[in-house]
């Protein structure tokens, strides 16, 4: 596209995580929101009318105005929506996960493929800044051995359409991914309560030899958003809620007597900046339609491959269960 007009994007899906993309779209410069679309007819306009933009009814043809399409609509519908966007728009956005199943996000990555539509999936704990300061201190470690990846939270249980497993562990399948690479190997255990997943527990070997530890729950009240590396030379306590980094490195020195020892350890905090994850996530995306780096970004593979970690640790629970 020319980079003298603004971009123009569309929004389908107008609830919580919706509405707050529309606030951040409405902050951005050279954004040119062009139309929103809602199932809920009357709650689309009103809302167009409270932040002036067009309620869009026939998505195709909205779409055909577009550069691109933001896709925050409920989980079940992201693959017919890409199905239908794809050939119509040079980029889109897509709310985690990808699609509901592998399955169903293998049936359109032809026509993804076949229009070279940019996807990125909405993977924001990829964008979060305490992330971001973990993987360059990750890069800096001698080497990892295991990463911890803790994610509770009770208020998610609202969501009935998918388990815990893609509703919130799907984040740091990602995470363990993007920080690890490929898997090789998945041991899951969990609790099943009225026919969906809502604790799990998985154990990930790397083919980089690396271990993740994976724990996400809808059945815990609090509120857990937590990474832990343990390294050969130092261990790392990320918290994602408090964007909070904090290095233990220790040492062990000898002392005499009947071989007695001290250990001691020094700490070290990491500033992290403040900028908020989703005002990144959707620059990023920005740029990208502008024809920028896509380097690092989440894209239809790494939708894909989460998918196939989601799949794989289901299988597992489902297994431990019988």
């Known amino acids: 596209m020319k980079a003298d007009r603004p971009v123009r994007i569309g929004l389908l899906g107008l609830g919580q995580m919706g509405r707050n993309h529309l606030r951040i779209l409405g902050m951005l410069r050279g954004i040119d929101l062009v139309f929103v679309h809602d199932a809920d007819a009357a709650h689309c306009a009103a809302v167009a009318a409270q932040h002036d933009v067009r309620a869009a009814l026939d998505i195709e043809a909205a779409a055909g105005e577009a550069d691109a399409v933001v896709i925050c609509t409920p989980t079940v519908t992201h693959a017919d929506y890409i199905r239908r966007l794809a050939p119509l728009v040079s980029a889109l956005f897509v709310e985690k996960p990808l699609a509901h199943s592998l399955e169903a996000a293998q049936l359109v990555a032809e026509v993804v493929s076949e229009h070279g539509t940019w996807v990125q999936v909405g993977f924001i704990e990829r964008f979060n800044p305490a992330v971001v300061g973990l993987r360059r201190v990750l890069q800096d470690a001698e080497r990892v051995i295991n990463i911890d990846f803790t994610r509770t939270n009770r208020v998610s249980s609202r969501i009935t359409d998918v388990d815990v497993i893609l509703d919130l562990m799907v984040h740091d399948l990602d995470l363990a991914l993007h920080l690890n690479g490929p898997i090789k190997q998945v041991e899951a255990h969990g609790v099943v309560e009225s026919g969906l997943i809502e604790f799990a527990s998985a154990l990930l070997v790397h083919q980089n030899g690396c271990f993740s530890r994976v724990l ?3 059945i815990t009240e609090k509120k857990i958003r937590l990474i832990q590396a343990t390294c050969t030379d130092r261990f790392v306590d990320c918290d994602l809620l408090r964007k909070e980094i904090i290095i233990s490195r220790q040492s062990v020195t000898s002392q005499g007597g009947a071989g007695a020892y001290s250990i001691s350890s020094h700490q070290d905090s990491v500033l992290i900046g403040q900028q908020e994850a989703l005002l990144s ?11 920028g780096d896509r380097q690092g970004l989440p894209d239809f593979s790494a939708g894909i491959a989460s998918l196939e970690a989601s799949e794989a640790v289901r299988s597992a629970v489902r ?4």
Do not use: D, H, M
């Not at 995306?285 to 024809?291: A, E, P, Y």
């Not at 297994?319 to 019988?322: D, E, G, K, M, N």
């Open 319 to 322: 297994r431990s269960c019988t």
């Open 216 to 218: 996400a729950s809808r």
């Open 281 to 291: 996530e959707l620059q990023a995306f920005v740029r990208v339609v502008q024809g």
